[in-house]
């Protein structure tokens, strides 16, 4: 089975992240199929709408650290680097529905979806520092204007994580529900009946003002992301990590 699912249901497409024995942690791999999965739905005059959704308990822990040891992705046209880009770009409504961890990458992509629907177990973190890391994704902006510098601040030096009350106080999060998947769909379809046209210039005007922005700070962070991912702080941090699950 595919490691990201994308199916068809009408005019939505479902990007599901399909790893859940190691839950749902992204992959160079997985990120390649999201950015092609985001790209052909952008091209494809037939979808309307597109859900993230993930297999099993979680949305995802976000990088896979073997792979960030295997292959730090360094380059501006890494898979990471075009899943972002693909997502950024992306120009229909867009739809996340989250349960469980969603750590790193996993919260940092939902400040790029137009609705987040999460179940009341979701549990956001971005421990980018404390892994010797930097933000990503155009977060280190987008999250300080969203929740306010002193509170990014904060979760971005700690790592700490935060639940779906929190997150939907802040506005990362639209709603909390039971079954975020089946509620992504019935909105997700409920956005499909509308006009096209209209829905894709919508986003356009409500992303408008941040885009050229988003796009600057996304290369910058990009690049201290790929020195950081050489660093002696973070491999202390990833061969913690290893060692622990070793030792399990
Ligand atoms: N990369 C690779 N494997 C990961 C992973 C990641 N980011 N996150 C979880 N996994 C794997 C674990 O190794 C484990 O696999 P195993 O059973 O083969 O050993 C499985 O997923 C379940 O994770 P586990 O750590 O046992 O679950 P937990 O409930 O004890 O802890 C987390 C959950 C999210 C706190 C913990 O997995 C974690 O800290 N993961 C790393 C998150 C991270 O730092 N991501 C990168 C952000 S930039």
Same mark, same amino acid.
């Given at each position: 089975?595919?490691?990201?699912?994308? *199916? *068809?249901?009408?005019?939505?497409?479902?990007?599901?992240?399909? *790893?859940?024995?190691?839950?749902?942690?992204?992959?160079?791999?997985? #990120?390649?199929?999201?950015?092609?999965?985001?790209?052909?739905?952008?091209?494809?005059?037939?979808?309307?709408?597109?859900?993230? %959704?993930?297999?099993?308990?979680?949305?995802?822990?976000?990088?896979?650290?073997?792979?960030?040891?295997?292959?730090?992705?360094?380059?501006?046209?890494?898979?990471?680097? *075009?899943?972002?880009?693909?997502?950024?770009?992306?120009?229909?409504?867009?739809?996340?529905?989250?349960?469980?961890?969603?750590?790193?990458?996993?919260?940092?992509?939902?400040?790029?979806?137009?609705?987040?629907?999460?179940?009341?177990?979701?549990?956001?973190?971005?421990?980018?520092?404390?892994?010797?890391?930097?933000?990503?994704?155009? %977060?280190? #902006?987008?999250?300080?204007?969203?929740?306010? #510098?002193?509170?990014?601040?904060?979760?971005?030096?700690?790592? +700490?994580?935060?639940?779906?009350?929190?997150?939907?106080?802040?506005?990362?999060?639209?709603?909390?529900?039971?079954?975020?998947?089946?509620?992504?769909?019935?909105?997700?379809?409920?956005?499909?009946?509308?006009?096209?046209?209209?829905?894709?210039?919508?986003?356009?005007?409500?992303?408008? %003002?941040?885009?050229?922005?988003?796009?600057?700070?996304?290369?910058? +962070?990009?690049?201290?992301?790929?020195?950081?991912?050489?660093?002696? +702080?973070?491999?202390?941090?990833?061969?913690?990590?290893?060692?622990?699950?070793?030792?399990?």
């Amino acid at each position: 089975m595919a490691e990201i699912i994308s *199916r *068809r249901e009408g005019e939505v497409q479902i990007l599901t992240f399909n *790893r859940p024995t190691k839950m749902n942690a992204l992959t160079r791999e997985m #990120y390649a199929a999201l950015a092609t999965g985001l790209n052909e739905a952008a091209a494809d005059f037939g979808v309307r709408a597109v859900v993230l %959704s993930s297999e099993g308990d979680h949305f995802t822990a976000g990088n896979d650290i073997a792979d960030f040891l295997a292959n730090p992705p360094t380059g501006q046209d890494s898979d990471v680097a *075009r899943f972002l880009g693909s997502l950024l770009e992306f120009p229909k409504p867009l739809i996340a529905a989250v349960k469980g961890n969603a750590v790193g990458i996993g919260t940092t992509m939902l400040l790029h979806c137009d609705v987040v629907i999460a179940s009341p177990s979701a549990k956001f973190s971005m421990p980018f520092a404390s892994l010797g890391l930097v933000p990503e994704a155009g %977060s280190s #902006y987008l999250f300080p204007l969203l929740v306010g #510098y002193q509170r990014a601040a904060k979760i971005f030096f700690t790592g +700490e994580s935060f639940d779906a009350e929190s997150a939907q106080t802040m506005g990362l999060v639209a709603s909390i529900a039971a079954d975020p998947i089946g509620e992504a769909l019935e909105l997700a379809n409920q956005i499909a009946k509308n006009p096209p046209q209209a829905m894709i210039n919508t986003k356009a005007l409500l992303k408008a %003002s941040k885009h050229d922005a988003v796009s600057a700070v996304m290369r910058a +962070e990009f690049e201290l992301f790929s020195l950081a991912l050489q660093s002696d +702080e973070a491999m202390e941090a990833f061969m913690n990590f290893m060692a622990k699950k070793g030792n399990q």
